[in-house]
Structures are given as structure tokens and as C-alpha cells.
């Protein structure tokens, strides 16, 4: 995780996900929020996207 000169912030996820995620929409590797909470429910839900889990 880091946060931007404009105070954004930016995770993107160490390990590729599994080749059987779709790479035309999400899930995404790398993400970004204007809150800490904000990014780590985008990330989980790169996550759930990545596992098939409809929202």
C-alpha cells in the first residue's frame, strides 16, 4: 500500500490472480481509494471478483 503526493491510496496485489479470472474487467492487481477503508473494500472485493463471487 502507498499513498500518493495527492493523497490517494494505491494497493496492488503481490501474486498474479489465477489465469481463470477474467482480465477484461475485474478482477484489477492494482487498485486505488481516497480512504484506507474505502481501499481495502475495493480490495476485497478484487478479491471476490477473482473467486467468481457475485456482489
Not at 482480465?23 to 481495502?40: C, K
Amino acid at each position: 500500500m502507498i499513498r500518493s503526493d495527492a493523497g490517494r491510496y494505491w494497493a496492488s496485489r503481490e501474486r498474479p490472480f489465477p489465469e481463470s479470472s477474467m482480465w477484461d474487467g475485474p478482477p484489477f492487481r492494482t487498485v486505488d481509494a481516497d480512504t484506507f477503508e474505502q481501499l481495502q473494500a475495493e480490495a476485497a472485493r478484487q478479491e471476490e471478483a477473482a473467486r467468481g463471487v457475485v456482489p
